[in-house]
């Protein structure tokens, strides 16, 4: 496994309280022990630099959070994953989703999208402080400018958290807020119009781009930021400013353009490619590939949570977990290109045959192989105990093993997985994954979509597709040729919902595409399946999880109210909250 000295660094409270929290001295003046003080940092390039690469990182602020307590950018391996807010998945044991999936946002309940705010604005301050000292710091102007750059692609990717979940947001240039006379000033409240936070991050990013490296060397190691990093970043985020949640529906030629060029500078680097060694290889290989742009890399001293057991099927002894729902089982291509339709007999009744292998590398679906057998989520007629393991309905179904864990969509997740790591009693050996945030699939994604808006679907976007498309493992026909506009929008959305599934996309995408009063008011939807004497299947689609509801207001989080009462009401809260 590679040694990676970010996230094997445990420096989380190696600065002093006014540093990390703001917080007054106490009366006792007693010096605290177990940190360091900010002279010390300031007087020591090493341990300065250390508190630069835990920017990488952030504090555990709300329960289940990964075991590792140190949640990064986005919320990756944790318990209830991203995806379980959207049509993508459910979480088996609601752990503050449901609200969201129901429609129950609220200033005072965010649910698991309640730490954005303070964690944000908490890294930005970290990442000010250090800009504002780094001139005490005896290191060589090479070094410093490094850092400098990285500091300042980390707090890009902290604005581009709070702009695409709160659009407007207070932008804090390099201020430090104390607890104190300076902390009710109105400019700390004033949250800019989103045109103005984004011509701010992308200028920050334009800056950190100029004072990367290409790639890091063995010194840095993998994981922090590179030239790539924040060009990508760029991408992703003039993307969404060009989209229509963003600019208002009335679309911009311009906007969009921007867009396709950004991704066209990664592009035109020549240093990332599609990984051509599996699907499943790309998201479960311990090494990094060419389609790695930015990720956080873990190892045996910074294990995250060990989602073997927390999405493994019950079984196998697993929790359930993040659970795919049928709606996006759905969406997945025959093999030939065609749609899948319940309406086609053939299909409906062997739904799992001849489908699109991203299908099968990411979710597990009765019949699947899987480590020692295959998945049994189905039912028995009359319940005949015909089971392999003695049961009366399939191992992985209510009447299986450890039943309390049973998927309540039929459905359990496969991708990220590791079929040579344990399900059970995990602990010291899983949760070593690698968690990609951006990799080079996105931006060729994100080219295809914003140069078919400024342009059409002109040959470019067709190879950006194609090229996704047909990749080793995945061998999907390339798109008809003579697509409209309109057409290519469709299927670039679609390739988006397929490629990208888990990854942290899907809750953004619906929203800047404005199509999540469509997507997230549909049922959430699961499989029953019962098996006969004879072992013929049958299968009917339900309603896994009840009152799914998204309103116009959701397109935006709600500033949390504690935020709002805080600044002493100066801080506007988003309509209709």
């Known amino acids: 496994m590679k040694n990676n000295n970010i996230f094997k660094l445990v420096l989380c409270g190696i600065t002093a309280c006014a540093v990390l929290t703001g917080c007054e001295k106490d009366f006792l003046e007693i010096t605290p022990t177990d940190r360091l003080s900010d002279a010390a940092i300031l007087a020591d390039s090493t341990l300065f630099e250390a508190y630069v690469t835990n920017r990488y990182i952030g504090v555990k602020l709300t329960n289940k959070e990964g075991d590792s307590n140190q949640p990064g950018f986005g919320r990756g391996f944790e318990y209830g994953m991203w995806s379980s807010l959207t049509d993508e998945s459910i979480y088996n044991n609601n752990d503050d989703t449901w609200l969201i999936q129901q429609g129950q946002l609220a200033p005072e309940n965010l649910g698991i999208a309640g730490v954005f705010w303070a964690r944000s604005y908490r890294s930005i301050r970290e990442i000010n402080y250090a800009l504002n000292n780094i001139d005490q710091v005896n290191m060589s102007e090479g070094r410093k400018n490094r850092l400098i750059a990285e500091l300042k692609f980390i707090r890009a990717f902290r604005y581009h958290d709070l702009i695409r979940n709160y659009g407007k947001v207070v932008l804090m240039g390099d201020r430090v807020v104390e607890l104190g006379e300076n902390y009710q000033d109105p400019i700390n409240f004033d949250r800019k119009s989103i045109d103005e936070a984004m011509t701010y991050v992308i200028a920050q990013l334009d800056e950190a781009a100029a004072g990367l490296p290409v790639a890091n060397s063995n010194n840095y190691g993998e994981g922090r930021a590179t030239k790539g990093a924040a060009l990508g970043l760029k991408s992703r985020l003039l993307l969404y400013a060009a989209s229509p949640l963003y600019t208002g529906g009335s679309g911009s030629a311009q906007k969009w353009a921007a867009a396709a060029q950004a991704a066209k500078d990664v592009m035109n680097m020549g240093v990332y490619n599609l990984y051509q060694g599996g699907y499943t290889e790309l998201f479960t290989n311990e090494q990094s590939n060419s389609e790695y742009i930015f990720a956080r890399f873990y190892n045996l001293t910074g294990r995250h949570l060990a989602l073997e057991i927390a999405n493994g099927p019950n079984g196998y ?261």
């Open 317 to 577: 002894g697993g929790w359930g977990g993040n659970v795919p729902l049928q709606n996006l089982v759905d969406d997945y291509e025959m093999t030939d290109g065609s749609s899948f339709s319940w309406n086609n007999t053939a299909q409906a009744t062997a739904p799992y045959a001849n489908r699109d292998p991203r299908f099968a590398a990411t979710v597990l679906y009765d019949g699947a192989p899987y480590r020692e057998r295959t998945v049994e989520t189905y039912k028995s007629i009359n319940n005949a105990p015909i089971s392999e393991g003695g049961y009366p309905d399939g191992q992985d179904s209510p009447g299986g093993r450890d039943n309390w864990n049973t998927s309540k969509t039929g459905y359990y997740l496969r991708k990220f997985i590791r079929e040579d790591l344990p399900i059970i009693n995990p602990w010291e050996v899983a949760g070593v994954q690698n968690w990609i945030y951006m990799r080079y699939a996105e931006i060729l994604l994100n080219y295809a979509e914003a140069q078919n808006e400024a342009a059409g679907p002109d040959a470019s976007v067709y190879e950006a597709i194609n090229s996704i498309r047909s990749r080793s493992s995945v061998g999907m026909p390339a798109l008809p040729a003579g697509l409209t506009q309109s057409e290519m929008r469709t299927r670039i959305q679609h390739e988006r919902r397929i490629e990208l599934a888990f990854e942290e996309h899907r809750y953004y995408d619906v929203r800047r595409w404005k199509i999540a009063d469509v997507t997230e008011n549909k049922p959430a939807q699961g499989i029953n399946i019962v098996r006969a004497l004879d072992g013929t299947k049958t299968y009917s689609v339900f309603t896994a999880l009840a009152g799914k509801s998204f309103q116009t207001k959701h397109y935006w989080l709600p500033i949390p109210r504690f935020e709002i009462l805080a600044s002493d009401n100066q801080l506007e809260q988003n309509p209709e909250y």
